[in-house]
């Protein structure tokens, strides 16, 4: 069964530091999303690509984070500098389309620690 | 203001006991879907069950069943003969019709069950 993979699935960093980390969607996704998740809350969007193009990155703190997904196939999320309070899980997901029915599956995440 | 809200910090069900986990929504869409995922400690979310805003039956994926209540904007999940494997997260969410692109998943706070023998 295909799935979503990330790397790595966890990182330790000083705060900052520069962290960067990558996802390669299921083949055939066009959609794809990347979302932070603080301990105890649930996921929160920080960027939705569809295909090579950002669709959505309202959330997104611009001035210590990029994304980019060349190709529009894998993406790479990067902070710089990292801070405290960026200690949480990154999620990837991706789906086949955008439409309301479209299952979103999910990567085993990374977890960032900034010390 | 809230879009998904789970009540439910924390449940506790006995083993081969049915439970049910609260969700309600907010929206002034029409076109809707709403989800459940599953969050064991290992991190990975789990897509459990879907249901479509125009759905006329609550959906039901093996022991997994949405009590869709539309009227009361409430999507809450039953899980039935609960196993031990069951104690993790849960997670409702929506997703809603408005914009073609852009629509993304927006997740309540979660719910932690857990499962005793």
């Known amino acids: 069964e295909a799935e979503v993979a990330q790397s790595p699935r966890y990182k330790i960093t000083e705060k900052s530091q520069a962290v960067a980390f990558w996802c390669d969607p299921i083949?055939?996704?066009?959609?794809l999303y990347w979302y932070r998740q603080i301990l105890g809350q649930g996921p929160e969007l920080l960027v939705q690509?569809?295909?090579?193009?950002?669709?959505?990155d309202s959330q997104l703190p611009k001035d210590r984070f990029s994304a980019e997904r060349l190709k529009g196939v894998d993406s790479t999320l990067k902070i710089q500098p990292a801070e405290l309070g960026d200690s949480a899980m990154y999620l990837c997901a991706s789906s086949l389309g955008t439409g309301t029915s479209y299952e979103q599956y999910f990567g085993p995440g990374t977890r960032l620690t900034v010390t | 203001a809230q879009k998904i809200t789970q009540t439910q910090p924390g449940m506790f069900v006995q083993e081969k006991e049915a439970v049910t986990l609260d969700c309600t929504y907010d929206?002034?869409?029409?076109?809707?879907?709403l989800f459940w995922y599953k969050q064991p400690s290992s991190g990975e979310m789990i897509f459990l069950i879907y249901?479509?805003?125009?759905?006329?039956q609550n959906a039901t994926e093996g022991r997994y069943s949405l009590n869709f209540q539309k009227a009361r904007k409430s999507a809450n999940l039953v899980i039935s003969a609960s196993q031990l494997g069951d104690s993790a997260m849960y997670f409702c969410a929506m997703r809603e019709g408005l914009w073609e692109y852009g629509n993304k998943l927006v997740f309540g706070a979660g719910t932690i069950l857990r499962v005793k023998s």
């Open positions: 690509f569809q295909d090579e193009s950002v669709v959505d």
């Open positions: 249901q479509g805003s125009y759905d006329q």
């Open positions: 083949s055939g996704h066009a959609t």
């Open positions: 929206t002034s869409d029409p076109s809707y879907g």
